[in-house]
């Protein structure tokens, strides 16, 4: 949710944070806060807005000293305001302190505080944390922030700079990570943060506090013992969350796709040989995941069903408190995330876990708290993905979805090679783009879409209406298409805009059934086929696929297309979606 820098070394820490800051915006862009100790004691900038535009306006980069903090925001408790936005201070303002998460029971700590005499500033639940090190300072730092800790009820990674210099940070059900170079230390929510700098780094673990101070780094564990953590080499390459040639994230994450699904596809024989030995030997399998890994989930169901006659319950990560009730050690839980930093998946898997269940993760970020959690994982292997709108990764989790069931049922799909819908997807991505951009544009005044697929196809029903939503603010609704005479067919009239999923396979016949009773009611039908077909008012072609199950992989890339350019069209910003962010750390 929002992001979180520290750095402490040799080099001016200004220039350093908006950086890392900037390259973890897509984690939260509400407002940006910087502070700095310097000769002149603590100093702190934060305003609304997003990275560029508050350092313009600050001239944080401009702050000088070798110790800092800095923060993006995603606000959940107070509104977007410069008062709202970290870092926070305490009220003799040597402390300043910026957060990660929810603080549970800040109503009640702020009472207590205010009662002792402190002053808020702010109406975040955050601010706390600056006041209780107040408090507990005397004691020395290390046991400030062990008192803090146990304060705090909620989630929490957070960074605290003092006025002598120290950073200090400590984590619960959040990522803290630190970043070792040879001139100093970051430390920071995401390793995008300092991997220009550093590919080391070190993960700290739940109820870990690390303080950095003028001789040294340490960690501790919430008992004040301290504790060893391995520096991990990260593997990803800076070039990777370059945008290159591109105006935006979100249409290079598209393009890249060309080459992303064909990584996604090709994974480790003994990994893959590893989590479908846990999946073959399940009593019970449950599939799990948030927005669109929540859509991979429906399409990996399906192929488990048909092709490896696996019986799988799709469950909501969100939906898990009943949805995986009767969970037991036989079960097997797979738990899809891209950034694998999703609060409401990662509970849903913690609860299993305890359950007896044994969990296999799809992420896309190795590091992640899911992956380390997980009995055996495969990864996406797709490279960061920055624009807000899951792209390349949703893609990457269904290329995985194949790639399970073809080793299952020992090549019946094909998959291994992947080069059918590799191939297709090129196909897609080069020839439909004029096509795409000129329909976005005449449907810049469009209020309403609806998205029909069945079988196979409703998953990416689903998901072209979030893409739509996301990304252009138009209301959108992925609809069933046998559903469509139990109801939504009374919303079709002159004008209804509807698009139709319908690839040339065994769903065929009955979706144009549909075209006919949509259009029957003076509906505008846009097909994407295989086939074109008079029905339809404008047809996006795909190609021919010999093997039917890959029409999902293919036929959505024109819709995250179609909604990239509609965003475009309508003037929002595709990368930072309003009131979105990257990961939805909190419940
Ligand atoms: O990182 P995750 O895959 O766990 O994220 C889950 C959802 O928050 C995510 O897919 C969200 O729905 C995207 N913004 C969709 O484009």
Same mark, same amino acid.
């Given at each position: 949710? #929002?992001?979180? %820098?520290?750095?402490?070394?040799?080099?001016?820490?200004?220039?350093?944070?908006?950086?890392?800051?900037?390259?973890?915006? !897509? *984690?939260?862009?509400?407002?940006?806060?910087?502070?700095?100790?310097?000769?002149?004691?603590?100093?702190? *900038?934060?305003?609304?807005?997003?990275?560029?535009?508050?350092?313009?306006?600050?001239?944080?980069?401009?702050?000088?000293?070798?110790?800092?903090?800095?923060?993006?925001?995603?606000?959940?408790?107070?509104?977007?305001?410069?008062?709202?936005?970290?870092?926070?201070?305490? #009220?003799?303002?040597?402390?300043?302190?910026?957060?990660?998460?929810? %603080?549970?029971?800040?109503?009640?700590?702020?009472?207590?505080?205010?009662?002792?005499?402190?002053?808020?500033?702010?109406?975040?639940?955050?601010?706390?944390?600056?006041?209780?090190?107040?408090?507990?300072?005397?004691?020395?730092?290390?046991?400030?922030?062990?008192?803090?800790?146990?304060?705090?009820?909620?989630?929490?990674?957070?960074? =605290?700079?003092?006025?002598?210099?120290?950073?200090?940070?400590?984590?619960?059900?959040?990522?803290?990570?630190?970043?070792?170079?040879?001139?100093? !230390?970051?430390?920071?929510?995401?390793?995008?943060?300092?991997?220009?700098?550093?590919?080391?780094?070190?993960?700290?673990?739940?109820?870990?506090?690390?303080?950095?101070?003028?001789?040294?780094?340490?960690?501790?564990?919430?008992?004040?013992?301290?504790?060893?953590?391995?520096?991990?080499?990260?593997?990803?390459?800076?070039?990777?969350?370059?945008?290159?040639?591109?105006?935006?994230?979100?249409?290079?994450?598209?393009?890249?796709?060309?080459?992303?699904?064909?990584?996604?596809?090709?994974?480790?024989? =003994?990994?893959?040989?590893?989590? #479908?030995?846990?999946?073959?030997?399940?009593?019970?399998?449950?599939?799990?995941?948030?927005?669109?890994?929540?859509?991979?989930?429906?399409?990996?169901?399906?192929?488990? =069903?048909?092709?490896?006659?696996? $019986?799988?319950?799709?469950?909501?990560?969100?939906?898990?408190?009943?949805?995986?009730?009767?969970?037991?050690?036989?079960?097997?839980?797979? =738990?899809?995330?891209?950034?694998?930093?999703?609060?409401?998946?990662?509970?849903?898997?913690?609860?299993?876990?305890?359950?007896?269940?044994?969990?296999?993760?799809?992420?896309?970020?190795?590091?992640?708290?899911?992956?380390?959690?997980?009995?055996?994982?495969?990864?996406? @292997?797709?490279?960061?993905?920055?624009?807000?709108?899951?792209?390349?990764?949703?893609?990457?989790?269904?290329?995985?979805?194949?790639?399970?069931?073809?080793?299952?049922?020992?090549?019946?799909? $094909?998959?291994?090679?992947?080069?059918?819908?590799?191939?297709?997807?090129?196909?897609?991505?080069?020839?439909?783009?004029?096509?795409?951009?000129?329909?976005?544009?005449?449907?810049?005044?469009?209020?309403?879409?609806?998205?029909?697929? $069945?079988?196979?196809?409703?998953?990416?029903?689903?998901?072209?209406?979030?893409?739509?939503?996301?990304?252009?603010?138009?209301?959108?609704?992925?609809?069933?298409?046998?559903?469509?005479?139990?109801?939504?067919?009374?919303?079709?009239?002159?004008?209804?805009?509807?698009?139709?999923?319908?690839?040339?396979?065994?769903? !065929?016949?009955?979706?144009?059934?549909?075209?006919?009773?949509?259009?029957?009611?003076?509906?505008?039908?846009?097909?994407?086929?295989?086939?074109?077909?008079?029905?339809?008012?404008?047809?996006?072609?795909?190609?021919?696929?010999?093997?039917?199950?890959?029409?999902?992989?293919?036929?959505?890339?024109?819709?995250?297309?179609?909604?990239?350019?509609?965003?475009?069209?309508?003037?929002?910003?595709?990368?930072?979606?309003? @009131?979105?962010?990257?990961?939805?750390?909190?419940?």
């Amino acid at each position: 949710m #929002c992001s979180i %820098i520290g750095y402490k070394g040799k080099q001016s820490a200004a220039p350093i944070l908006v950086d890392s800051l900037k390259k973890m915006e !897509y *984690r939260g862009y509400d407002s940006v806060g910087v502070a700095m100790i310097n000769e002149g004691g603590m100093l702190v *900038r934060k305003g609304t807005g997003k990275v560029l535009e508050v350092n313009k306006n600050l001239n944080i980069s401009g702050m000088s000293g070798m110790i800092g903090i800095g923060h993006t925001r995603w606000a959940t408790h107070g509104g977007v305001t410069d008062s709202n936005a970290h870092p926070h201070s305490a #009220c003799n303002k040597s402390i300043a302190v910026v957060h990660n998460g929810i %603080i549970e029971n800040y109503k009640e700590l702020k009472k207590e505080l205010t009662e002792a005499g402190h002053v808020f500033t702010s109406e975040t639940d955050s601010e706390v944390i600056a006041h209780l090190l107040e408090v507990h300072l005397a004691k020395g730092i290390k046991d400030a922030l062990i008192a803090t800790c146990k304060r705090l009820q909620g989630t929490y990674g957070f960074v =605290a700079v003092f006025q002598d210099g120290t950073i200090a940070g400590a984590r619960y059900e959040e990522p803290l990570i630190i970043g070792v170079a040879n001139d100093g !230390y970051f430390i920071s929510s995401d390793v995008l943060g300092f991997l220009q700098y550093t590919d080391k780094a070190i993960f700290l673990d739940n109820c870990d506090i690390a303080i950095i101070d003028s001789k040294k780094m340490e960690i501790f564990n919430f008992d004040g013992t301290p504790v060893a953590r391995p520096i991990t080499q990260v593997a990803w390459e800076l070039g990777e969350i370059d945008k290159g040639k591109y105006a935006h994230y979100t249409l290079k994450e598209i393009n890249d796709q060309r080459l992303t699904v064909a990584h996604a596809a090709q994974q480790d024989e =003994a990994v893959m040989g590893k989590f #479908c030995e846990i999946l073959k030997n399940a009593g019970s399998v449950y599939i799990t995941g948030s927005g669109t890994s929540y859509h991979s989930a429906l399409l990996f169901k399906h192929m488990l =069903a048909r092709f490896a006659k696996i $019986r799988a319950e799709t469950v909501m990560s969100s939906e898990a408190h009943d949805g995986l009730a009767s969970v037991d050690d036989g079960s097997v839980i797979i =738990a899809i995330s891209q950034s694998g930093e999703t609060a409401d998946v990662l509970e849903s898997v913690k609860v299993s876990k305890k359950q007896g269940a044994k969990i296999l993760g799809i992420v896309n970020v190795t590091t992640s708290s899911l992956a380390r959690i997980s009995d055996a994982f495969l990864s996406t @292997n797709c490279g960061p993905e920055i624009g807000v709108a899951a792209t390349k990764s949703f893609t990457g989790q269904l290329a995985l979805a194949y790639a399970v069931t073809d080793r299952l049922t020992e090549g019946k799909l $094909r998959a291994g090679e992947a080069a059918e819908f590799v191939a297709a997807i090129e196909k897609v991505i080069s020839t439909s783009q004029p096509v795409i951009e000129k329909m976005a544009a005449d449907m810049k005044d469009v209020n309403d879409i609806y998205l029909l697929g $069945r079988s196979i196809h409703y998953p990416i029903a689903l998901e072209g209406a979030l893409k739509l939503k996301e990304l252009s603010y138009v209301h959108a609704e992925g609809v069933a298409a046998g559903e469509l005479k139990h109801g939504p067919l009374a919303l079709m009239e002159k004008n209804t805009l509807v698009i139709l999923l319908a690839p040339h396979d065994a769903t !065929y016949n009955d979706s144009i059934s549909n075209a006919h009773e949509i259009k029957a009611r003076g509906a505008t039908v846009i097909g994407i086929s295989n086939i074109k077909d008079d029905i339809y008012d404008h047809w996006i072609e795909i190609p021919h696929l010999d093997q039917e199950a890959f029409y999902p992989i293919v036929e959505v890339i024109p819709l995250q297309m179609l909604s990239y350019y509609l965003a475009l069209a309508k003037n929002a910003d595709p990368d930072y979606p309003r @009131n979105l962010a990257k990961s939805v750390t909190v419940k």
